[in-house]
T-cell receptor, first 119, second 116 residues
Framework: GAVVSQHPSRVICKSGTSVKIECRSL??????MFWYRQFPKQSLMLMAT?????????EQGVEKDKFLINHASLTLSTLTVTSAHPEDSSFYIC???????????????FGPGTRLTVT | AQKITQTQPGMFVQEKEAVTLDCTYD???????LFWYKQPSSGEMIFLIY??????QNATEGRYSLNFQKARKSANLVISASQLGDSAMYFC?????????????FGPGTSLSVIP
């Protein structure tokens, strides 16, 4: 099946610094990528939908200036947490969609997630 | 308003027994997709099963089946012959096709524990 990678898998940073998380579709071109945030024992919260070559669509309540999303190519999307604070500590998961099957769920593939800890 | 409801925060099932995990959803769009994911303690999201709003038959994938009742807006997951490895969080999700972008939202999840 299709593979989506995320890098890094874990990151610890100091408060005030910025952290970049990469999401790559390794063997297919992803027209759309989604970024989620998950707190312990909670569900995935959609942060933004990212389409290649256009600005990301952010969900209500998600600060676009704090969570910068760039979808520069069909295989790479990045999430940058700017001026991170301890409350930004969370599990960040990306997913990538292949092709034009917009309602075909099995064409959405999840990355393994990135655990961010801000000290 | 919550669009995906999973009323069972935790469930227990005896090994080899069947278990049903509940999911109800809310949408006014005629075209949508429903699916279930499994998330073990390692964190990765594992796709289990998908049901399209126009699909006439209930979806099945091996030991997983989806009991789709469109009028009641429910999409319950049935796991037959439970195995110890089925212990995990299970999330129901819905995909809506908006005019300019697609949106996928997840329910709160159900923690399933399989007892030997």
């Amino acid at each position: 099946g299709a593979v989506v990678s995320q890098h890094p898998s874990r990151v610890i940073c100091k408060s005030g610094t910025s952290v970049k998380i990469e999401c790559r579709s390794l063997d297919f071109q992803a027209t759309t990528m989604f970024w989620y945030r998950q707190f312990p024992k909670q569900s995935l919260m959609l942060m933004a939908t990212s389409n290649e070559g256009s600005k990301a669509t952010y969900e209500q309540g998600v600060e676009k200036d704090k969570f910068l999303i760039n979808h520069a190519s069909l295989t790479l999307s990045t999430l940058t947490v700017t001026s991170a604070h301890p409350e930004d500590s969370s599990f960040y998961i990306c997913s990538a969609e292949r092709g034009a099957g917009r309602l075909r769920a099995y064409e959405q593939y999840f990355g393994p997630g990135t655990r961010l800890t801000v000290t | 308003a919550q669009k995906i409801t999973q009323t069972q925060p935790g469930m227990f099932v005896q090994e080899k027994e069947a278990v049903t995990l509940d999911c109800t959803y809310d949408t006014s769009d005629p075209s949508y997709g429903l699916f279930w994911y499994k998330q073990p303690s390692s964190g990765e999201m594992i796709f289990l099963i998908y049901q399209g709003s126009y699909d006439q038959q209930n979806a099945t994938e091996g030991r997983y089946s989806l009991n789709f009742q469109k009028a009641r807006k429910s999409a319950n997951l049935v796991i037959s012959a439970s195995q110890l490895g089925d212990s995990a969080m299970y999330f129901c999700a819905m995909r809506e096709v908006k005019t300019s972008y697609d949106k996928v939202i997840f329910g709160p999840g159900t923690s399933l524990s399989v007892i030997p």
